[in-house]
């Protein structure tokens, strides 16, 4: 069924005549709870900047107000505009209820009942707990509320099909795999949730396919066509292993941004760092860089390829300035 | 560029934990990081030279001032730590072994300890940047009126804004395949 459903985007700019008609009556989704337990905002927080939404919806880089405006993102299926999600009253998410915004993050439909575009990384929250959710909905009422109305998304046809991401749903929408198991150390069980859930380490280091659905042959693998024409690197653990890539050097990558030669990161993977991982405590970055060196949970975590013992320190007359870095 | 990549790989271990910490090897290696920051790196992008140094961004120059904070900040915490050296490493964060008693369900969601790291909510979520982070990304940065003496601060402290600083150079002005 899946494969039919795939193949019906080949022929999506026909469909669309129709799919009104057929489309936009399918309802989605599953009712949210009607109560929720208290929330706490410090901890909604810390998990609102591991999951990314502060930097994909704050341009940091810019001194623009947090959660209200951000570049547009160049994609090959158009131009999206993260939304404003302060809480103000027109322009934000302040009339939303708590349960519309659990329906927004953990399955992606905005509160009209629209299925949001899957540039939202909604897949990789779908295990969010009422406690999560609870906290996160403490976390953004305490943001100042941004009087700043995004823009439209510009998207050509059959993409600005408004019902079309329920077809990508019905094709691509899987809730990721962050079960622990039980007799796997603990950072390799955070690790786990934080990879595959909250971080959304698919989204980026992940292949996709022609429809921008997780291409499952490629996971993990690397992906040259993000939007920008960004690139992310493999985070295979043989990859990493071969790029000197070792729990230790790579928690710290999160932390620093330096890589196992020195170099630092750039680009987008600076960003990460920047806006995103070097918030997080010792202990989650360890879990993190954990799991892509252990994928299987074996607890044979890659040997650390030996150190030579510091034995003098880089000469001042090496100075090598080419650009080759 | 590449004396300063390879002194950083040098240090990086011993900031790990993973290598012997040497408080001459960190005094001496961060000095070589401030004998090439500051106006040293300046001057290797005299104006109008982008076509010469193609691993730069047209924003290096054009938002020269970030540019020129970024390569003062450098030299400042890498003076700092060349001096800061003997302070040696904050005490070692809690092992994995720490860690073993937890339960599944202990582990969904980050708990509230996790703001041990010292943010508060306003920082976590973006309306207040961190007191680290503004100067350098508003290019307003200056030794004179830190409120810290950044000397007395710990050897990893100063080695990550080392690091931190280079990763958001990287970002706004490198062009390369990084």
């Known amino acids: 069924m899946r494969d039919m459903v795939r193949f019906a985007f080949v022929v999506p700019t026909a469909e669309a005549r129709v799919g009104t008609d057929i489309l936009s009556p399918w309802s989605l989704g599953a009712p949210e709870s009607d109560t929720f337990p208290p929330g706490d905002a410090a901890r909604g927080a810390y998990l609102a900047r591991a999951s990314g939404c502060v930097s994909c919806h704050t341009n940091a880089a ?32 302040w009339s939303w209820t708590i349960q519309d915004f659990a329906k927004a993050v953990r399955q992606g439909i905005s509160p009209d009942g629209a299925p949001c575009y899957p540039v939202f990384t909604y897949l990789f929250y779908a295990g969010f707990t009422d406690q999560d959710i609870a906290d996160l909905w403490e976390a953004f009422r305490t943001v100042p509320p941004v009087e700043e ?30 079960d622990v198991l039980i007799d ?26 022609p429809f921008g659905g997780l291409d ?86 890659p040997s650390p390829s030996p150190t030579a013992a510091p034995s003098a320190v880089v000469d001042h007359s090496n100075m090598d300035m080419t650009n080759e870095n | 560029m590449t004396a300063l990549k390879d002194t950083v790989a040098e240090l990086a271990p011993m900031m790990q934990g993973v290598v012997l910490y040497d408080t001459y090897i960190v005094s001496e290696g961060t000095s070589v990081i401030a004998s090439h920051a500051g106006e040293t790196v300046l001057s290797l992008f005299p104006k109008n030279s982008l076509e010469g140094v193609t691993y730069a961004k047209p924003e290096n120059w054009s938002n020269w001032q970030s540019f020129a904070a970024l390569a003062d900040e450098l030299k400042t915490c890498a ?5 800061a050296a003997p302070n040696g490493l904050e005490p070692v964060a809690p092992s994995s072994d720490d860690m073993a008693g937890m339960s599944p369900s202990d582990m969904v969601m980050p708990e509230p300890s996790t703001q041990s790291e010292g943010f508060t909510v306003a920082e976590l979520m973006g309306y207040v940047e961190r007191p680290d982070a503004v100067a350098v990304a508003r290019g307003t940065f200056n030794p004179a009126e830190l409120a810290v003496d950044l000397t007395a601060l710990s050897v990893d402290d100063l080695f990550t804004r080392i690091s931190a600083t280079c990763s958001f150079c990287h970002a706004q002005f490198h062009a390369g395949r990084n």
């Not at chain 1, 109305?149 to 990508?168: I, N, Y």
């Not at chain 1, 939007?227 to 790029?243: E, Y």
């Open chain 1, 149 to 178: 109305t995004a823009q439209a998304h510009d998207l050509g046809l059959p993409f600005s099909f408004r019902s079309g991401p329920k077809l990508w749903r019905a094709a691509y929408l899987d809730a990721p795999n962050s």
């Open chain 1, 62 to 93: 810019a001194q623009r107000p947090a959660l209200a405006e951000v570049e547009p993102l160049d994609t090959p299926f158009g131009t999206f505009v993260p939304p404003n999600i302060t809480p103000h009253s027109d322009a934000g998410i």
């Open chain 1, 184 to 209: 796997t150390s603990s950072p390799w069980n955070r690790g786990r949730v934080l990879v595959e859930g909250a971080a959304h380490f698919s989204a980026c280091h992940s292949g996709r396919t």
């Open chain 2, 79 to 83: 003076e700092a730590l060349a001096e």
């Open chain 1, 216 to 301: 499952d042959g490629d996971r993990f693998a690397g992906n040259v066509s993000l939007p920008g024409g960004r690139k992310a690197p493999s985070i295979l653990a043989a990859d990493l292993v071969a790029g000197g890539w070792t729990v230790a050097n790579l928690a710290y990558s999160l932390k620093s941004g330096v890589l196992p030669n020195g170099d630092a990161f750039g680009d987008c993977k600076a960003e990460v760092v920047a806006e995103g991982t070097s918030f997080l405590t010792d202990a989650d970055r360890t879990a993190i860089a954990t799991y892509p060196l252990d994928p299987e949970g074996t607890g044979a975590l």
